[in-house]
């Protein structure tokens, strides 16, 4: 007989945000005397969630799907003790681990073995259960020769393996994952994967939170879509995936200011970003084969100065894969010296090599090495079939993501 | 056994989650050796700076106390009298500097991470532990060299240490959980620091403060524990019983009324840092 791992009645969350003072994370003394004396402080109330009720089985995998802001990560955060809901009730039977973030506590100066250590007690082991799995956490990660080294002078894919290993290793009775896998290259992450799935067969809950609908439909039997703190659909992961997908086409309105979910020290921000045609309008579809120009409208944090900036956009399949990756460096367009206070970066696609379909990209700026800031699934756009090879032709909507420009020769031999 | 946790909305008043330290224990001592490994690994000198910090400050105290100004010091050479003092206002000054910007420095150990965040200030007074340790074998070599004849009352030493643990673990709850709040806190700690050091017999001694004034002075809780190690090491006769109880008293209000507001100002840790 199977029994409720996770109840959640009513669980809500609000944030009270002030939109002038969004900018600054903390608060200063002085600000709160000062507001101390002015009344009518415009303070508006945000519903992260609202009003989720659900019951999970123990052994279930369930995927948990839905836009950036929808509310997944607070959910799984809520799960996890990190910050406590604003209303209702959740009960978890069993020992929980979550891995909302690989590598916490990582630090640069110490060793492999050290850091596989204190990360190990960080995510909830004990440290007689690292030492029993230490051996197996080495292999996986293949950093065998590498542990007594200081894990700065690791390359970035080596961390991004020992932190997955390390998580892979934690064996609570219900876990919780956030878009981990989004790092780190394919096979690795398929592995991850292959873990994860063996997790579940010993009877083992996860939450699992994604953008990349492959992984969901392959992993998770059940789907929850979220959307603006509500659960959307709740269901087979087949058709809850296909309704987000539908419901994804209606997309938003492109401002990126309010958005929490984002790194990078923000000096440099994209405060909106849309997608505009030859003629410089906005638009949300566009033909194959025609221009396409990704806008993201950015600006410099008062009192920063920035300068030397790298951007980047990297463009997605409706279904989570990475297609490409347009940056300035490559193509030799350097934004030399000091960044105006307020602007935009256009970057032009002459010929747009898309099949039909809906793509979403994501928004990366880099200054000096610096990270500025970073956004997922800022945006997207609609392709529709348009004449990309100039004869009239067009090729089928499931016939691949690319149109490419080529040339047909038949000899004959001897 | 099935474990149940059960996720409401926080409340006003929670209590000090023992059991949980408890279960968090590994993690403790894991955060305290990473930052006693970091502090000597990044340095050249290591061991010396530990030692050269309070001895330099010690030598200045003599010089301009002892020396020129001319002030008693419990009839035992000044150096020897100043740095008695140094052992535990060291060890309390660097714990608290350290805590106090310990949450804000574990950003993604308490947005991306669940364990009780206590631990976190805990552990980064510990981490300030082997310096303390550092200090007591130079306060044992300058016993030597001055040939301060020792008593039975160095067996009360972890009594007075454990008064000073107390104290530094609720000044940090409290520093550390308003500079998440306030960082405000941060700019002001040097300056506190500073006038909490004066404000204690550390380089002058307290025999220069007037009777009449020694009740309320000895409201800092600093004042006994300094009396307290002072008296154990330097085999002093007279027992300072008024300020080591007030002292007691003081810091074990600090610390509890510290761990309740830090229990009670954590739920939004996650949500602010």
Same mark, same amino acid.
């Given at each position: 007989m199977s029994s409720p791992a996770i109840q959640i009645e009513n669980l809500s969350k609000s944030y009270r945000i002030n939109p002038l003072a969004s900018h600054l994370s903390y608060r200063t003394l002085r600000e709160d005397l000062v507001n101390l004396f002015k009344n009518g402080q415009p303070k508006e109330t945000l519903w992260a969630l609202k009003d989720i009720s659900l019951t999970i089985q123990k052994g279930e995998m369930v995927g948990i799907i839905g836009r950036n802001g929808a509310g997944k990560t607070t959910l799984l955060k809520i799960l996890a003790r990190i910050t406590p809901p604003s209303k209702g009730l959740a009960v978890i039977k069993g020992r929980v681990g979550s891995l909302l973030e690989v590598g916490t506590g990582f630090h640069p100066e110490l060793t492999g073995r050290e850091n596989i250590y204190l990360n190990g007690v960080i995510l909830g082991m004990k440290r007689s259960e690292v030492v029993k799995k230490f051996d197996e956490i080495v292999a996986?990660?293949?950093?065998?020769?590498? +542990?007594?080294? %200081?894990?700065?002078?690791?390359?970035? @894919?080596?961390?991004?393996?020992?932190?997955?290993?390390?998580?892979?290793?934690?064996? %609570?009775?219900? &876990?919780?994952?956030?878009?981990?896998?989004?790092?780190?290259?394919?096979?690795?992450?398929?592995?991850?994967?292959?873990?994860?799935?063996?997790?579940?067969?010993?009877?083992?809950?996860?939450?699992?939170?994604?953008?990349?609908?492959?992984?969901?439909?392959?992993?998770?039997?059940?789907?929850?879509?979220?959307?603006? @703190?509500?659960?959307?659909?709740?269901?087979?992961?087949?058709k809850v995936v296909e309704s987000y997908l539908q419901s994804a086409r209606q997309l938003n309105d492109g401002s990126l200011r309010y958005r929490r979910d984002r790194q990078g020290v923000g000096h440099f921000r994209f405060v909106e970003t849309w997608v505009e045609?030859?003629?410089?309008?906005?638009?949300?579809?566009?033909?194959?084969?025609? =221009?396409?120009?990704?806008?993201?409208?950015?600006?410099?944090?008062?009192?920063?100065?920035?300068?030397?900036?790298?951007?980047?956009?990297?463009?997605?399949?409706?279904?989570?894969?990475?297609?490409?990756?347009?940056?300035?460096?490559?193509?030799?367009?350097?934004?030399?010296?000091?960044? =105006?206070?307020?602007?935009?970066?256009?970057?032009?696609? %002459?010929?747009?090599?898309?099949?039909?379909?809906?793509?979403?990209? #994501?928004?990366?700026?880099?200054?000096?090495?610096?990270?500025?800031?970073?956004?997922?699934?800022?945006?997207?756009?609609?392709?529709?079939?348009?004449?990309?090879?100039?004869?009239?032709?067009?090729?089928?909507?499931?016939?691949?993501?690319?149109?490419?420009?080529?040339?047909?020769?038949?000899?004959?031999?001897? | 056994m099935q474990l149940e946790t059960r996720i409401e909305p926080p409340k006003s008043w929670r209590a000090i989650p023992f059991k949980e330290l408890w279960v968090f224990r590994d993690l403790f001592w894991m955060l305290i050796i990473r930052d006693t490994k970091l502090r000597y690994k990044q340095t050249l000198l290591g061991a010396i700076w530990v030692i050269l910090q309070p001895l330099v400050t010690a030598i200045l105290f003599a010089i301009v106390f002892g020396r020129l100004a001319n002030l008693p010091s419990l009839n035992v050479p000044y150096i020897v009298f100043a740095f008695s003092g140094m052992v535990a206002w060291n060890f309390f000054s660097q714990a608290i500097q350290r805590a106090s910007g310990s949450l804000v420095s574990h950003q993604s150990l308490i947005s991306k991470n669940y364990c009780p965040r206590m631990l976190i200030p805990m552990a980064a007074c510990g981490g300030v532990l082997?310096?303390?340790?550092?200090?007591?074998?130079?306060?044992?070599?300058?016993?030597?060299?001055?040939?301060? =004849?020792? @008593?039975?009352?160095?067996?009360?030493?972890?009594?007075?240490?454990?008064?000073? +643990?107390?104290?530094?673990?609720?000044?940090?709850?409290?520093?550390?959980?308003?500079?998440?709040?306030?960082?405000?806190?941060?700019?002001? +700690?040097?300056?506190?620091?500073?006038?909490?050091?004066?404000?204690?017999?550390?380089?002058?001694?307290?025999?220069?403060?007037?009777?009449?004034?020694?009740?309320?002075?000895?409201? #800092?809780?600093?004042?006994?524990?300094?009396?307290?190690?002072?008296?154990?090491?330097?085999?002093?006769?007279?027992?300072?019983?008024?300020?080591?109880?007030?002292?007691? &008293?003081?810091?074990?209000?600090?610390?509890?009324?510290?761990?309740?507001?830090?229990?009670? +100002?954590?739920?939004?840790?996650?949500?602010?840092?």
């Open positions: 996986f990660a293949e950093v065998e020769s590498f +542990l007594d080294t %200081p894990i700065k002078h690791y390359s970035s @894919g080596m961390q991004v393996r020992l932190a997955f290993a390390i998580a892979a290793h934690l064996d %609570p009775e219900i &876990l919780f994952v956030d878009e981990v896998l989004a790092v780190g290259d394919f096979s690795f992450q398929k592995k991850c994967l292959g873990t994860m799935e063996k997790i579940t067969k010993q009877g083992r809950t996860i939450l699992f939170v994604s953008h990349q609908m492959e992984a969901i439909l392959n992993l998770c039997p059940r789907s929850i879509l979220l959307e603006k @703190g509500k659960i959307e659909k709740d269901g087979p992961s087949q045609n030859k003629q410089g309008h906005r638009v949300t579809a566009v033909l194959s084969g025609d =221009p396409l120009v990704l806008v993201g409208e950015f600006e410099v944090a008062e009192g920063k100065s920035v300068s030397d900036v790298e951007v980047a956009f990297a463009v997605y399949s409706a279904n989570g894969t990475q297609l490409t990756d347009l940056c300035n460096l490559f193509t030799g367009d350097f934004f030399e010296g000091k960044v =105006p206070k307020r602007g935009r970066v256009r970057c032009i696609i %002459p010929r747009l090599p898309c099949n039909t379909g809906l793509y979403t990209y #994501n928004m990366f700026a880099a200054s000096k090495q610096v990270l500025q800031d970073f956004l997922l699934n800022v945006g997207s756009f609609e392709v529709e079939s348009g004449d990309y090879f100039g004869t009239g032709k067009t090729i089928a909507k499931g016939q691949g993501h690319f149109l490419v420009n080529h040339r047909w020769q038949l000899e004959a031999i001897g | 082997v310096d303390f340790l550092v200090t007591f074998i130079v306060m044992g070599v300058l016993l030597w060299i001055y040939q301060i =004849p020792l @008593g039975w009352q160095l067996a009360t030493l972890p009594l007075w240490f454990s008064i000073t +643990l107390v104290l530094v673990t609720g000044v940090s709850f409290w520093l550390s959980a308003l500079n998440v709040f306030y960082r405000d806190f941060s700019h002001a +700690l040097p300056f506190m620091i500073q006038l909490w050091m004066y404000a204690s017999p550390l380089a002058y001694s307290q025999e220069i403060i007037p009777t009449s004034w020694r009740g309320i002075y000895a409201l #800092n809780p600093l004042v006994g524990i300094l009396d307290g190690f002072r008296w154990s090491l330097l085999n002093l006769s007279d027992f300072p019983l008024f300020s080591i109880t007030l002292s007691f &008293l003081i810091s074990l209000f600090i610390l509890l009324s510290g761990a309740l507001a830090f229990q009670r +100002l954590e739920q939004k840790f996650a949500d602010i840092i």
